[in-house]
C-alpha cells in the first residue's frame, strides 16, 4: 500500500459542490452531520481513501467481514448545490499524518471543482448544553457575514485551544490554497455523542446550503441519548428513597 491510497469507486458530474467533512471529533458532531447527509440522501460512494496513516486496525462488519481503516467522499445531489461528504471511522495517529491526509482530501476536492470546503465539529463546554450553539472559525473576513446570517457565531479567540486534527487543517491549508474553507462547531458537553448539537449544525447548513432535511433519524438518537444522561445523572445521586435490598440484583 502507498502512503496514501485513493481508489476510484464511482465518477459523476457534480454541480458547484461543496465539501462537508465530518470525521470524528468531540461529540462526534461533524460525523453524526455527515453520516446522517449520507443516510437520509440519495448518495454515491465515489472515493475511498487508504492510508498507512490511519490506525493500524481494521473494521469488522455484522457479517464478520474485516476491512482496512478508511475514510469515504459520497457525492449527492442538491437542488442548490451539490455535495461531497467525507466521513470515516479515524483521523490520522500522529501529526504528519494530519497533514498528509487533508492534502488528500483537498486534492480529491478538487478534482471534483470544489471551491467551497466546510469542516464540521464540536467546541467543548465541560457541561450539559440544553441551547445548542455554533461557533465558526473562517479562513477569511469576507467569510462571516454570510455565516453569522445563517446562524453562527464568532467568539474572539474561541475555541481557546484553536481547532485540532483535520477540520482545523482543511480551514487553515484550504484557506492556502485557494478554497473558501470553514469550520462549524457545535457547543457540546464533550463527554457524550451529541446529537442534539450535530442538529444544530446542520440547520445551519441547511440554511446556507438551502437544502432540504429529515431530520427524524437525527431526533430520535437525541432522544435516545436523553435517556442515556437521564440514567447517568440517577446514578450520580445513589439509590433513591425507599429502595429496598432487590437493587442488589440489578447490574
Do not use: W
Not at 98 to 109: E, P, S
Amino acid at each position: 500500500m502507498d502512503e496514501v491510497d485513493i481508489e476510484v469507486v464511482a465518477d459523476v458530474e457534480l454541480d458547484d459542490p461543496v465539501l462537508v467533512e465530518g470525521l470524528p471529533g468531540v461529540g462526534h458532531v461533524g460525523k453524526l452531520v455527515a453520516e446522517h447527509l449520507v443516510e437520509e440522501s440519495e448518495s454515491t460512494l465515489v472515493r475511498r481513501v487508504h492510508s498507512e496513516l490511519f490506525p493500524p486496525q481494521v473494521t469488522v462488519s455484522e457479517e464478520s467481514i474485516a476491512s482496512l481503516a478508511d475514510a469515504e467522499f459520497h457525492a449527492i445531489e442538491s437542488d442548490e448545490r451539490d455535495l461531497l461528504v467525507l466521513t470515516g471511522d479515524h483521523q490520522a495517529t500522529d501529526n504528519r499524518g494530519h497533514y498528509r491526509l487533508t492534502d488528500a482530501f483537498l486534492d480529491v476536492a478538487d478534482e471534483f471543482g470544489v471551491t467551497d470546503v466546510y469542516a464540521l465539529g464540536g467546541v467543548p463546554t465541560g457541561e450539559l448544553v440544553e441551547d445548542h450553539a455554533v461557533v465558526g472559525a473562517v479562513g477569511d473576513e469576507a467569510q462571516k457575514d454570510a455565516l453569522e446570517d445563517a446562524g453562527v457565531e464568532f467568539r474572539a479567540e474561541e475555541p481557546s485551544g484553536g481547532i485540532v486534527g483535520t477540520s482545523g487543517l482543511l480551514v487553515g491549508l484550504g484557506a492556502e490554497r485557494g478554497f473558501e474553507a470553514a469550520c462549524l462547531m457545535g457547543e457540546t458537553s464533550g463527554y457524550l455523542v451529541d446529537p442534539k448539537s450535530a442538529r444544530a449544525v446542520l440547520e445551519v447548513l441547511e440554511n446556507l446550503l438551502g437544502l432540504t432535511v429529515d431530520f427524524e433519524a437525527l431526533d430520535e438518537r437525541a432522544d435516545e441519548m436523553e435517556d442515556v444522561v437521564e440514567q447517568m445523572q440517577q446514578m450520580e445521586q445513589g439509590p433513591s428513597a425507599g429502595a429496598d435490598e432487590d437493587l442488589r440484583y440489578i447490574g
